[in-house]
């Protein structure tokens, strides 16, 4: 979806080193309403995670708080709900920092294009090494 594209353009203007980017691993990537999301971040090594959900409508959700930490990965289980009939593209996203990102601590859901276009400006701002990847998924009513 469009509304998702300032999070797509905060990847690409990273420019991510793959092999550094956490990796997400998603048990489903086709979801109804009431499934739970659920899956693994990877590759963070000793950074900082944030996970967020960007929703078809450009509303970027903090769901960190929900991760449990594992040893060399953590995982997460969340309980999704669908009100609009059509089936959208959702977007999960993580990002490592070497030091947590004030722009990404979100108590309540932000739009993307407010969010993004900050959290690209602290990156450049501050001397921390931040990387990210995101997985699309599905989820219908």
Do not use: W, Y
């Not at 990847?11 to 009431?34: C, F, M, Q, Y």
């Not at 669908?82 to 593209?89: G, H, I, K, V, Y």
């Not at 602290?122 to 997985?135: D, G, L, P, Y």
């Amino acid at each position: 979806a469009t509304q998702q594209c300032p999070a797509i353009k905060f990847i690409n203007e990273l420019h991510v080193d793959h092999t550094r980017a956490p990796r997400i691993n998603l048990d489903s990537t086709e979801l109804k309403s009431g499934d739970v999301l659920s899956g693994t971040v990877e590759n963070f090594s000793n950074r900082t995670i944030k996970l967020l959900l960007i929703t078809d409508n450009g509303q970027v959700q903090d769901l960190s708080p929900l991760l449990k930490p594992g040893t060399d990965s953590m995982s997460f289980s969340i309980g999704l709900q669908r009100n609009q009939p059509d089936a959208a593209p959702q977007l999960l996203m993580a990002v490592a920092s070497t030091n947590p990102m004030q722009s990404l601590s979100i108590p309540q859901p932000v739009a993307a294009d407010i969010l993004f276009p900050q959290a690209l400006q602290e990156a450049k701002a501050v001397n921390s090494t931040i990387t990210a990847t995101a997985r699309f998924f599905k989820l219908e009513k």
